[in-house]
């Protein structure tokens, strides 16, 4: 079965200070994953994904993100955090074959960015 | 192009009673689901369908049904409202690549309360 974790519940960081958002995957076969924001009182903005290549894949906002295959991780950073980045950030995963089509999200990280 | 809209985008709703959640997509994607996003739960998929005429349940499916007759059309009927169903809901679509299908792309949410 899929299963995406989230273990931080909040994370915290001053502007301009570098952040990451942890994100730990299962999934049988090779995973599809990615990222979103979530603003208040708004739906899910996509952010980036890896489906395949590089490890390090860019995305929206100047956020970019880690595929770690033997430590099963896909991590979320930013080099210098802003405080308009203070939002919800989900992680999703979906196996990466066409029978297999659920995307299973993250419980969510709340990121708080102070001034 | 309207991408994937939900109606209503909110909705009071009395225990018992029943009503159809609505979302339609205009980028002709095969695959669509439903999401409820409950505090701390992060999004739990409800259902979803790879295209018309193909349904299937998702991790929390009971008290929800679905339907698929068009590619646009992904309506979701809650048949006897109850408290617990008391959520936000997201529609999102995606579509395929080679090896499966990529990210969701989401409606702005319906937020529903029952009474």
Same mark, same amino acid.
């Given at each position: ?31 599809? +994953? ?13 952010? +980036? ?32 955090? +802003? ?33 | 192009?309207?991408?994937?809209? %939900? ?9 018992? %009673? ?31 369908? =790879? ?62 309360? =029952?009474?």
């Amino acid at each position: 079965a899929q299963s995406v974790a989230q273990p931080e519940d909040q994370v915290n960081v001053a502007e301009g200070n570098p952040l990451t958002v942890k994100c730990t995957y299962s999934v049988s076969g090779n995973p599809y +994953l990615f990222w979103y924001v979530q603003y208040p009182n708004r739906g899910l903005q996509f952010l +980036l994904k890896y489906i395949t290549g590089d490890n390090l894949v860019k995305g929206s906002y100047g956020f970019e993100a880690e595929f770690n295959k033997s430590q099963t991780s896909f991590h979320l950073k930013k080099p210098s955090a +802003l405080v308009s980045d203070s939002a919800l950030y989900f992680c999703a995963v979906r196996a990466g074959y066409s029978s297999a089509s659920k995307i299973i999200f993250g419980s969510g990280t709340r990121l708080s960015i102070r001034p | 192009n309207a991408g994937v809209t %939900q109606t209503p985008k909110f909705q009071v709703l009395k225990t018992g %009673q029943s009503m159809t959640l609505q979302c339609a997509q205009d980028m002709n994607h095969e695959y669509m689901s439903w999401y409820r996003q409950d505090p701390g739960m992060g999004l739990r998929l409800i259902h979803y369908s =790879v295209g018309a005429g193909i349904t299937d349940q998702g991790e929390v499916p009971n008290g929800y049904n679905v339907s698929r007759s068009t590619t646009e059309d992904f309506p979701l009927r809650l048949l006897s409202a109850a408290p617990s169903q008391t959520s936000v809901y997201f529609c999102a679509s995606s579509y395929s690549i080679a090896g499966g299908y990529t990210e969701a792309f989401f409606g702005q949410g319906t937020r529903l309360t =029952v009474v």
